[in-house]
């Protein structure tokens, strides 16, 4: 076993801190039940420093943390576009977005679709957001921090395996199912900054061991030359990771559709903003988000660069006993989601080990309440409500939410130890969650922006995208492409069905927007413009 008595005593001890704050800032007032705002929205009370932790926290889990680093050992930077353009996103999603969703009054994503096109959709979309987030995210989060958890405790044997996938659902409910999204928020604030705090050490001490005569700078200036073409942001046709990757179209391409549908239209996730003080609020914690996103790759990304090195022992490179059979995959360029709890059992000492496990059960923990809130928020106001009983009062919409929450997470801890995968389980993800969200972007973007879009081209459009999507599958473009074209494809279809329908006519349920209605504040316009300069500079040096 490589865990101390003190490790888990600060183990136990963040486990304290995180249930007393849930539990604390979900309490309800003597006489005052629990309303479905204050659960499932928070009270609609959240400031923008929550609001941008949380988001992170939502975010960032063992899929970034074990996945991304595992993507790190074997495509090295390029991964991080995920990440740095994610920053950029977001300030699109702040000014543009958020301003339509919060006027609207917003509970869900779904709940959008209803008032631009019909509740036939929503609850299409509503039942496929449901089995995305509990048979997808759900799953894999709990597979990926498990099997991380277990190599740190133990020694990646499998011993502690279902201890690990029983303990973080356990922990995750214990306080989300109870108090919504308030505890999830307020927790999360504590929880990102474990998160980069522990995430920072790790690196930090990571590179430190890199050569024999020790050293951060050292460390990174050995990485950088022992592993040059692992600090390449954009690949070339003959890298052998190409397709995962396509070079510049990850710029200019498939990613865009990626990751305006994740940071956009993804409940877990836009849930936090649009439970805001209000749209000011909303849009700072948004911009706030897109700085944090800027040093996630220091996180997540250069510790499995690390890992490849070490592994690789090129000259000057300190020699591991076992690293190799540890380590060990089948291609120069494999994804090894192995590379970060192997770095933090091998090189974190006493003590500090239990608080990288704490940041790293941080992020999982968040992730899977932020999912299981968004589940239950979905299942309850989407469904239930919509479907089975439209006069449910507020006690019985918060037991519903907490009921169907618990529902998806015992299925997820069922099938979690079914997944695996050689490529990675990270861009497996992007892969999979890729052939449908071109499709619902196309419907959101068409319904947001363009007031002919009417719902049966929606509906078409919903349908033939996957049709698309797997058609696409079929040939030899990569798969980001694939997603790029596909999008494409479903807005030409739904233009043409538009227009045809209503013969070039507006829709009754278009959006018409109000003058300075995408105008923002002094302070997010700044800020924006800080994080793209900062862009800038970051793919120049690496490009």
């Known amino acids: ?33 629990k309303t479905a705002e204050d659960y499932f929205l928070a009270s609609k009370s959240l400031p923008w420093w929550a609001i941008g932790a949380s988001l992170i926290a939502a975010n960032i889990s063992a899929e970034q943390i074990i996945g991304m680093s595992g993507q790190g050992f074997g495509l090295g930077l390029a991964i991080a576009s995920y990440e740095w353009m994610a920053a950029l996103t977001l300030i699109i999603v702040g000014k543009f977005f958020l301003p339509i969703f919060i006027k609207k009054n917003l509970y869900t994503i779904p709940d959008f679709i209803k008032h631009r096109y019909s509740v036939e959709l929503k609850s299409i979309l509503a039942i496929f957001w449901i089995a995305l987030f509990t048979f997808v995210n759900l799953t894999t989060v709990l597979l990926l921090g498990a099997s991380a958890m277990d190599m740190i405790i133990g020694n990646g044997n499998g011993d502690y395996f279902l201890y690990c996938i029983i ?39 990571a590179l430190d061991h890199v050569t024999a005569e020790g050293g951060v700078v050292n460390g990174f200036n050995h990485i950088l030359e022992a592993a040059p073409d692992k600090f390449h942001m954009i690949l070339s046709k003959d890298h052998p990771l190409y397709n995962e990757l396509p070079g510049i179209a990850v710029l200019v391409g498939g990613m865009w559709i990626a990751n305006l549908y994740y940071w956009g239209f993804n409940q877990y996730i836009i849930q936090r903003a649009l439970a805001a003080k209000s749209l000011k609020e909303a849009q700072k914690g948004i911009v706030f988000a897109g700085f944090l996103k800027l040093i996630v790759p220091l996180i997540v990304v250069v510790p499995g660069i690390i890992a490849f090195v070490m592994y690789s022992q090129p000259e000057g490179t300190t020699i591991i006993a076992g690293v190799n059979d540890s380590l060990a995959v089948d291609q120069l360029y494999q994804a090894n989601d192995q590379a970060y709890p192997w770095l933090v059992r091998t090189f974190v000492p006493e003590g500090i080990k239990g608080l990288i496990l704490a940041a790293l059960a941080a992020a999982i923990v968040s992730s899977l309440a932020s999912m299981m809130n968004s589940i ?22 918060v037991t519903i939410g907490r009921i169907s929450a618990a529902v998806a997470l015992v299925i997820a801890m069922i099938l979690a130890p079914l997944l695996s995968s050689e490529r990675g389980i990270f861009n497996i993800i992007q892969e999979y ?33 996957i049709v698309i999507a797997f058609l ?6 990569p798969w980001m492409d694939q997603m790029g074209l596909t999008f494409l494809a479903t807005v030409a279809i739904m233009v043409i069905i538009s227009l045809i ?34 862009l800038v500079v970051l793919y120049t040096v690496f490009w």
């Open 433 to 465: 969650t890729g052939m449908v969200s071109p499709g619902i972007l196309a419907i959101f973007m068409l319904g947001l922006f363009w007031k002919k879009a009417t719902n049966r081209a929606a509906i078409f459009g919903a349908i033939l995208s």
């Open 472 to 477: 696409f599958k079929l040939g030899t473009l």
């Open 167 to 205: 303990g973080l659902a356990v922990f995750s409910a214990a306080y989300s199912l109870w108090g919504g999204l308030s505890a999830v928020a307020w927790t999360d604030v504590v929880q990102v900054a474990l998160l980069v705090i522990g995430g920072l050490i790790t690196t930090w001490i």
């Open 501 to 534: 329908e209503h013969k070039g006519k507006n829709d009754d349920k278009g959006i018409s927007f109000e003058k300075g209605m995408f105008k923002t504040g002094a302070a997010f316009n700044i800020s924006a413009f800080a994080i793209l300069i900062i």
């Open 1 to 33: 076993m490589n865990f101390s008595v003190n490790d888990y005593i600060v183990l136990a001890a963040y486990a304290a801190v995180i249930l007393f704050i849930g539990l604390w800032v979900s309490r309800t007032k003597k006489g005052h039940e």
């Open 376 to 397: 239950s928020t979905i299942f309850t106001m989407d469904i239930y409500k919509q479907h089975i009983n439209k006069n449910a009062g507020e006690g019985k919409t």
